[in-house]
Structures are given as structure tokens and as C-alpha cells.
């Protein structure tokens, strides 16, 4: 009878989850660029109204110096102290490149893209990965969730003194 249960639970959680796929329709690598570029193009600008609109209200965002923010309050705050003003990136440019987008639900998609910051002040520039997740509403696609890193070298961990 366990075995009967456990077979009937996992196949009530797996059918809907495999057939995300089939209705759902992915917005294609332009849709998803277009946002990511209006995305960039408010920070450049300092448009935190511009750039507050690229998400839904209640987003998440983790960028790739390990910060976190909730909502579009704290993710304009956050972008603003970092890219004007005394923040390591005034004067900086963002050029974010969409690699794939995938339909996880009606609705809802995932997009990965690599992102170069550059003229960062006292030379340099970062390069890192970005996934988006991204929402559809009134016909337009928003980002609820984005997660930004810089990779590193595989090894040992290190430790501190």
C-alpha cells in the first residue's frame, strides 16, 4: 500500500510540473533583451522610475557584490547608491547579453545571460552570469527574481586569519 501511495503522490506532483512546458510560452531572447536593455539603459541614465518598472513590486534581486533587496523600493535604493553618487560604479556601463529563456510555467520564464561592467572607477571592468526569472502581466514581461555572480576559480576554500 506504501508503495501504491507513494507511486500515486509523485506522479500527482509530477504531471502538472511536465506540463508547464506544453501550454507555457516563453518571451523570445529579444522580448527578454529588450527588458534587460531598458533595464540597463535607466541605470545609465539614473532613471530610478524607469528602472523600478522592469520589475514586478514585490522582486528580488541578489547582484553580484552579494547584496539583496525586496521590492522595487529597495532594489531602485540599492541600484542608486551603488551606480551614482559615491557608489564603486559611478559613471560605470552595464551591457547585459541574454543567452537562453525557457517557459517554466504560463507565464513564467527563466533567462540566462552573461553581463560586462565597465569604466569601473579606478579601472576595471567585472564579467559575470545573471538568471532572470521573469513574470508576464498585462502583456508585458516583468522581472520577479534576478541573481547576478562573478565566477571564481575552483579550489580549496580560503581562510581567513
Do not use: C
Amino acid at each position: 500500500m506504501r508503495l501504491v501511495t507513494g507511486v500515486f503522490i509523485v506522479s500527482v506532483l509530477a504531471v502538472p510540473v511536465s506540463s508547464w512546458g506544453a501550454g507555457a510560452t516563453a518571451p523570445s531572447k529579444a522580448d527578454v533583451q529588450k527588458v534587460l536593455d531598458e533595464r540597463d539603459d535607466a541605470r545609465h541614465k539614473s532613471d530610478w522610475a524607469a528602472y523600478g518598472k522592469v520589475f514586478t513590486p514585490d522582486a528580488t534581486v541578489v547582484n553580484s557584490d552579494g547584496q539583496s533587496y525586496k521590492g522595487r523600493a529597495q532594489i531602485q535604493k540599492g541600484a542608486a547608491d551603488a551606480w551614482v553618487g559615491g557608489g564603486v560604479y559611478k559613471g560605470a556601463q552595464m551591457k547585459t547579453t541574454v543567452d537562453s529563456v525557457e517557459a517554466i510555467a504560463p507565464n513564467v520564464a527563466v533567462a540566462d545571460a552573461t553581463f560586462e561592467i565597465t569604466n569601473i572607477a579606478g579601472g576595471g571592468s567585472r564579467k559575470g552570469r545573471i538568471t532572470v526569472v521573469l513574470v508576464k502581466s498585462n502583456d508585458a514581461w516583468k522581472v520577479a527574481a534576478s541573481r547576478s555572480m562573478v565566477p571564481i576559480t575552483a579550489g580549496p576554500a580560503r581562510t581567513t586569519k
